[in-house]
């Protein structure tokens, strides 16, 4: 499997990826690596996800996982373009179907600014910002984005972490500034314990969680952070900040790594410090290697000014080795003036070999007229041209060499950046031709065994009991359409009014309970018994496809899927969907038509409570359907004598909905099954039973059923 890392990575180190390379490629982006505390087996790219090249690297691998890294806390300098650099970021992965995404973020104080905390800090809301981001994604692109809230992570050789710089500083200055008070507490976690959570998580993905809480070993304050530094290094100065600084959260334990993951954090910082500062000592010192690529790039963009400078300052050396060494008799066979001509020529090309070569032409002449005292005389004299001419070649033939294979280095660069562009253009072929193979062997399998997938779907729907219709056209649906966005909604003869009997377990959670179809209007003015209704104009608010499910001309039923992949808007797929649900319609009238025909069984005489034996059916599918997580039910029993009980139930259903199930349990009392209602919206339905002065109270279906 091939796994993205990128956002903010400066203090990511082998540790972190090492679990990961045992089974998958990890591949680094970002444009703060430093590539030699990586380790070996990663695949690094100095790019950020915000630049236009960043899409190439999805061009040349298939990810199915991405980790977006949120900056580090109290680092040197805050960075505060992650948002857009996380928008860009799943943007992407939206776009190329990695629908797998972690985004790894420190908590800080105030961050949950729902709960009317003022942060204390504007990252914060940079951090609240991001995460609102990627619930958008979750939401609106059926991405799976887990949020992962960790404390202040911390690796081996790196200087971008608190623990880095700290070690940094120590070593460098003598002497740690904390950004921080001293009695702040701070939580610590080693990246040996992240990279083994990262592989858990990515080899065992679950949707449940959209936010999940990374507790820490370590946790102490700042004071005691010193304290422990103190131990390492004696003559140790310490300073803290008491205004002004970042206040993180420490983050409680909310058991579901373990639960989940099986795993704990193992590794404390008190126990990894000396190993972290040996790790350190063995890196160059940051100071140094920020100067030399500070040299570098001043080199590469005044590389004029360096030329003339070196062909000056060699001048300027020729000169002073010519008279110092004039008098010695071993110097005599030495041409400085040659030399300083072939470097120039070597170094710089054919340009500055020429003028290296009238510079010395220029020294010889004047040395000449001195020993001569007759400028005429050396002029005129053919003999005296000869090193001259030398001079001018030796500058043009070092200067064309050197140019030549400056020339031949760009033409291997241009060539290779060709190569690059019609190697990602040969591999989105290739990628398109995978997904064609795959799309063309699903519709050929589909349609040898068409027959097979329709005779078992007729059968699972072949049911007298209407719940249990609805549970297997879910099944139904999901199954053969390959979608998690399925709601199937009861509705009144006007299509005015949609009450959720079942949806699928992902969007259970942002689904509505009733639906406003009168809000609808384009679409449900377009509906047509039998006719699939595509939102083909893309409009907002409504689903991709919705089919109503109509008897004797009246509408009972409404299928929608609320979202589907760009490859699901074809005709193929639209006529899948209507072959489905005409089978759904088949089966929920005729368990309609049966339910009718055998009222006289389900209700007693002069009433609308569903006797014992077919209310214990509805509960047991209702009970079902709530343990996958497609639908929810509450039970409430009502306390009732057979004297009062018709009355009482005649009484209730002028107070229900028409979803609700009024039923006898076999201890003779009267239940309420209460459909698609939780402990969250319950209290609606109560208040209005309350004040018709009925007692009763909650339960679960239990043995009274």
């Not at 805050?78 to 995404?101: G, I, P, T």
């Not at 998580?201 to 304290?227: C, H, K, N, R």
């Not at 729907?461 to 199937?488: M, W, Y």
């Not at 377990?505 to 449900?524: A, C, G, H, Q």
């Amino acid at each position: 499997m091939d796994i993205l890392m990128t956002g903010r990575l400066a203090c990511a180190t082998a540790p972190l990826s090492g679990p990961l390379l045992r089974n998958h490629k990890v591949v680094y982006a970002s444009n703060d690596l430093v590539e030699s505390q990586l380790g070996k087996g990663v695949t690094p790219f100095h790019i950020s996800p915000h630049e236009r090249d960043f899409e190439r690297i999805f061009h040349s691998y298939h990810f199915k996982v991405a980790v977006f890294f949120c900056q580090p806390l109290y680092a040197k300098e805050e960075y505060y373009r992650e948002y857009e650099d996380l928008e860009a970021f799943l943007q992407l992965c939206a776009k190329h179907d990695v629908n797998q995404v972690l985004y790894i973020q420190p908590k800080l104080y105030g961050q949950d600014y729902t709960k009317e905390v003022l942060p204390d800090h504007d990252l914060a809301m940079l951090f609240a910002s991001c995460e609102q981001l990627c619930n958008y994604y979750r939401q609106r692109r059926a991405m799976s984005v887990i949020v992962c809230r960790t404390p202040v992570l911390y690796g081996y050789g790196e200087t971008a972490s608190l623990i880095g710089e700290a070690i940094l500083q120590a070593r460098s200055k003598a002497s740690i500034h904390f950004k921080g008070a001293d009695n702040q507490r701070c939580a610590f976690l080693s990246q040996k314990d992240m990279g083994e959570l990262l592989l858990r998580m990515i080899e065992s993905w679950t949707t449940q969680y959209e936010t999940i809480d990374i507790p820490a070993l370590s946790v102490m304050t700042f004071a005691e952070l010193g304290g422990y530094f103190k131990q390492h290094y004696p003559t140790l100065r310490l300073s803290y900040q008491q205004q002004g600084g970042i206040t993180a959260d420490i983050i409680p334990d909310s058991g579901i790594p373990k639960k989940e993951y099986d795993w704990i954090a193992l590794y404390s910082l008190p126990e990894e410090l000396p190993e972290l500062i040996a790790a350190q000592e063995g890196t160059p010192e940051k100071e140094a290697i920020s100067l030399l690529h500070k040299a570098r790039n001043f080199i590469k963009k005044h590389s004029f000014i360096v030329k003339l400078a070196e062909l000056v300052l060699g001048f300027i050396l020729m000169e002073l080795l010519n008279r110092v060494t004039s008098t010695t008799i071993q110097f005599q066979y030495i041409d400085f003036r040659l030399l300083y001509i072939v470097l120039m020529g070597t170094l710089h090309g054919m340009r500055t070999g020429l003028a290296a070569a009238g510079l010395a032409s220029l020294s010889m002449l004047a040395s000449a007229v001195v020993t001569q005292n007759n400028w005429a005389a050396t002029a005129y004299d053919i003999d005296t041209w000869l090193p001259f001419i030398f001079f001018f070649l030796i500058g043009s033939v070092t200067g064309y060499v050197k140019d030549r294979l400056r020339n031949d280095n760009r033409f291997l660069s241009e060539e290779k950046a060709i190569l690059e562009d019609k190697y990602v253009l040969l591999n989105e072929f290739y990628m398109s031709a995978l997904q064609n193979k795959d799309k063309y062997k699903t519709q050929i399998m589909s349609y040898r065994d068409s027959f097979g997938r329709l005779f078992d779907i007729t059968k699972s729907l072949d049911s007298t009991l209407v719940d249990e219709v609805f549970r297997e056209a879910l099944n139904a649906l999901e199954g053969v359409l390959e979608n998690k966005a399925v709601c199937i909604y009861s509705c009144d003869e006007k299509m005015l009014f949609g009450r959720l009997i079942v949806c699928s377990k992902e969007i259970r959670d942002v689904t509505e309970k009733s639906l406003n179809l009168s809000k609808l209007e384009r679409m449900t003015a377009e509906f047509k018994d039998g006719e699939v209704w595509a939102n083909r104009e893309r409009l907002l608010g409504y689903p991709e496809y919705a089919v109503p499910i109509y008897r004797d001309g009246k509408p009972i039923a409404l299928i929608v899927l609320q979202k589907v992949s760009y490859d699901q808007l074809a005709v193929y797929y639209e006529n899948l969907v209507k072959i489905i649900c005409g089978l759904i319609k088949i089966s929920l009238v005729r368990a309609l038509e049966y339910t009718e025909q055998i009222e006289d069984e389900m209700y007693p005489p002069d009433s609308r409570i569903v006797s014992n034996g077919y209310f214990s059916q509805i509960i047991q599918v209702k009970e079902e359907m709530a343990e996958i997580g497609v639908s929810e039910y509450v039970l409430i029993r009502f306390n009732t004598t057979p004297q009062n009980i018709l009355s009482v139930g005649n009484r209730l259903n002028r107070l229900i909905r028409q979803t609700d199930i009024l039923g006898l349990g076999r201890d003779g009392e009267l239940y309420l099954c209460l459909s698609q209602t939780n402990q969250s919206n319950i209290h609606i339905v109560l208040d209005r039973i309350k004040k018709s002065g009925l007692s009763f109270h909650e339960m679960n279906a239990g043995g009274a059923i």
